[in-house]
């Protein structure tokens, strides 16, 4: 079977909302939603193997630690592995008094009075009731009509209001679902949330939560964000419920969704860390809240340490994150392209003469440091790479600055070497490439023994001990200055006639461990460039070993 010439055969465009003057694409994001974390209840049961105890407490706590009030600790109704770990949290106290553990239902009496059971004793919870509610289902699952289906919304929120008062020492809240909403005709979603709302009687100051769940993603975020505006118009005792959005991405745009729907008067967003959920997830929790965070918008919830926040969910999911998952994958603050880390460094160069604290580095939409990532790893060289990345490497790992000049006769010593390996270069090889290429080794011709400077009238006389081509010599040169002398030394011993077009010195480190770097750019007789680099406590011993070095280079 192959995919069809003519899709529309088979498949039909999603149709549009019957919403006139929508008012969502005007708004802007100013502050978090409520958080809801589903990744112990929806992500969990995505899971090729579930969490066992063990990691569903260590997940608990990474979520507590991260800010969220609102956990959907599991389906207690699912068996006993889930009643006794969320009853075990009740009952040893894990659960903070700041947040509110949450527990999903089908709309059923036994299963719901289950589901208060696991909750006994807890402060506060929260049980979600919920019941689909779209065509297809009502059709090909149930073979029910709309009023039996609203019938099960309702007989689901009495359960809710009887269990409720059968348990009176948990201030108990409900959340009612008209699951598959994104598929189903608005004004039944409606219907059967007014329905519930009746029988619940929520006030401004107890809310109801409705959640309008994309139970599968079905049409572009734009018209997701339609439905949403739409319902909020005309539900009926608006003020008395908390909008909540729970996407998938079947269609890739969970995330869009999710942010588009809070713009269309939502208050709350369900989601995973991550984007783990059945078929191709949830929206991605961490995602959204980082997306909040790079407008200025704090989302209330920490993700300074995203490193340990990955490692947790990897080991509890045993599902990796993608290495170009967005803010958290392990490339995504890496660039091997030679335009873009050119742009990188030049980004935190100039933040360094900036005299206020505004994010502005090219490529990168976060400050990785407020993720608790370090900038080492921002640029990466391969193969694709060019002067800008081998240059930063070196500055980071070994604090040299080097010329531009140098940084591009030096990355195509870079290049080939990449070319010739066909692998990621990391900081030891570069440098090793550059210890080889510039500085004193056995295999040099010319090596500084020692050396002393005595002056003239106008002219500096430099005597030198050096080793040249494995032999010791004694040398001595004329110039106007240090390393003119030098030169002309090495032009006395056999060495290369050169001039000097540019040279530039600078420290790394501070105080009494501090090292001189000096570079030099020389010019041979026949026009060819050479460059070198000296390093030196002393300044002066520097630039002569820089002058030995572009000497070696010929």
């Not at 609102?70 to 106290?93: H, K, Q, Y």
């Amino acid at each position: 079977m192959t995919m069809l010439r003519d899709p529309s055969v088979k498949y039909s465009a999603f149709p549009q909302v019957p919403l006139a003057n929508r008012e969502w694409p005007g708004r802007v994001t100013t502050s978090a939603p409520i958080w809801l974390s589903t990744d112990m209840r929806d992500g969990n049961q995505s899971l090729i193997d579930p969490m066992d105890a063990e990691k569903k407490a260590r997940f608990f706590d990474l979520l507590v630690r991260c800010g969220f009030k609102e956990i959907e600790v599991g389906f207690p109704s699912a068996g006993a592995t889930e009643f006794d770990f969320i009853s075990g949290l009740v009952r040893n106290g894990r659960i903070p008094d700041d947040v509110t553990p949450q527990v999903l239902t089908q709309s059923r009496a036994d299963l719901i009075r289950t589901s208060f059971d696991s909750l006994e004793g807890a402060k506060t919870a929260i049980v979600h009731v919920y019941n689909a509610v779209s065509p297809a289902w009502r059709k090909i699952v149930f073979g029910m009509e709309m009023d039996e289906i609203k019938g099960i919304a309702i007989e689901g929120a009495k359960q809710l209001r009887d269990n409720a008062a059968r348990l009176p020492g948990t201030d108990w809240r409900f959340e009612y679902s008209p699951e598959t909403f994104s598929t189903a005709e608005l004004d039944f979603s409606i219907a059967c949330c007014e329905a519930v709302m009746d029988i619940l009687q929520p006030t401004t100051d107890k809310p109801i939560i409705l959640n309008l769940p994309a139970t599968v993603e079905a049409s572009t975020a734009n018209i997701y964000a339609d439905q949403i505006e739409y319902f909020c118009k005309n539900l009926p005792n608006r003020d008395r419920a908390i909008i909540s959005l729970h996407t998938h991405n079947d269609r890739g745009t969970g995330v869009a969704a999710a942010e588009l729907g809070l713009l269309a008067g939502a208050d709350r967003v369900e989601g995973c860390l991550f984007g783990n959920g059945e078929r191709t997830g949830n929206t991605c929790l961490v995602t959204i809240a980082l997306n909040m965070y790079t407008q200025g918008v704090d989302p209330e919830l920490d993700f300074s340490n995203i490193d340990e926040v990955i490692q947790t969910v990897e080991y509890c999911n045993n599902l990796p994150v993608h290495p170009r998952h967005p803010y958290g994958g392990e490339l995504v603050y890496t660039a091997f392209s030679g335009s873009h880390q050119d742009a990188i460094k030049k980004g935190f160069a100039a933040r360094e003469r900036q005299n206020d604290e505004k994010w502005e580095v090219p490529y990168l939409p976060i400050d990785p440091a407020d993720l608790g990532r370090s900038y080492e790893a921002v640029i990466r060289v391969n193969s694709q790479s060019g002067k800008g990345g081998v240059a930063w490497v070196l500055e980071q790992d070994k604090g040299l600055k080097l010329p531009k000049k140098m940084q591009a006769s030096f990355s195509h010593i870079v290049q080939a070497l990449a070319d010739q390996t066909s692998r990621e270069l990391g900081a030891e090889d570069i440098w090793h490439a550059f210890e080889g290429q510039y500085l004193a080794t056995e295999a040099k011709r010319f090596q500084l023994v020692d050396w002393s400077e005595t002056h003239s009238g106008a002219d500096r006389i430099f005597a030198g001990k050096l080793t040249i081509d494995g032999t010791p010599r004694s040398v001595s040169g004329r110039g106007n200055g240090l390393m003119s002398s030098v030169i002309a030394a090495l032009s006395e011993s056999g060495g290369p006639v050169m001039d000097i077009v540019d040279y530039s010195e600078h420290a790394i480190g501070q105080g009494s461990n501090v090292q001189a770097a000096a570079y030099v750019e020389c010019r041979t007789a026949d026009g060819k460039s050479l460059f070198g680099c000296g390093l030196d406590t002393d300044v002066a011993t520097a630039s002569v070993r820089a002058i030995l070095s572009a000497a070696n280079g010929a």
